[in-house]
Nanobody, 123 residues
Framework: QVQLVESGGGWVQAGGSLRLFCTAS????????MAWFRQAPGRERELVAI????????FYRDSMRDRFTISRDNRKNLCSLQMDRLKPEDTATYYC????????????????WGQGTQVSVSA
């Protein structure tokens, strides 16, 4: 089992930045890929970014590639999402997720999930 806890969400004005954190416990952190998803009210959960177990391989949703950066620190069991130049349409609950399979884009491919952290961006 893997337990995931997100932190770092909050409110920010458009153009600002936030950094989200996901702290993992349970299994060996470097055994699994990490991802961030988000879900806005009335919308489906969508993939934001993925990082492989090594931390060197990443994948981004096209619309976020130039503004978001995913990273991980396997010594600290920590996965981060740096979000820059935020837009009101980035407002959502952000979830971190873990999978023993790499670079899977569907939410059903992820075995473990955090509880989510809210990000609100005002115009």
């Amino acid at each position: 089992q893997v337990q995931l806890v997100e932190s770092g969400g909050g409110w920010v004005q458009a153009g600002g930045s936030l950094r989200l954190f996901c702290t993992a416990s349970g299994r060996t952190f470097s055994d699994y890929a990490m991802a961030w998803f988000r879900q806005a009210p009335g919308r489906e959960r969508e993939l934001v970014a993925i990082v492989d177990p090594s931390g060197f391989g990443t994948f981004y949703r096209d619309s976020m590639r130039d503004r978001f950066t995913i990273s991980r620190d396997n010594r600290k069991n920590l996965c981060s999402l740096q979000m820059d130049r935020l837009k009101p349409e980035d407002t959502a609950t952000y979830y971190c997720a873990a999978s023993t399979r790499y670079f899977r884009t569907g939410s059903s491919e992820y075995e473990w999930w955090g509880q989510g952290t809210q990000v609100s961006v005002s115009a």
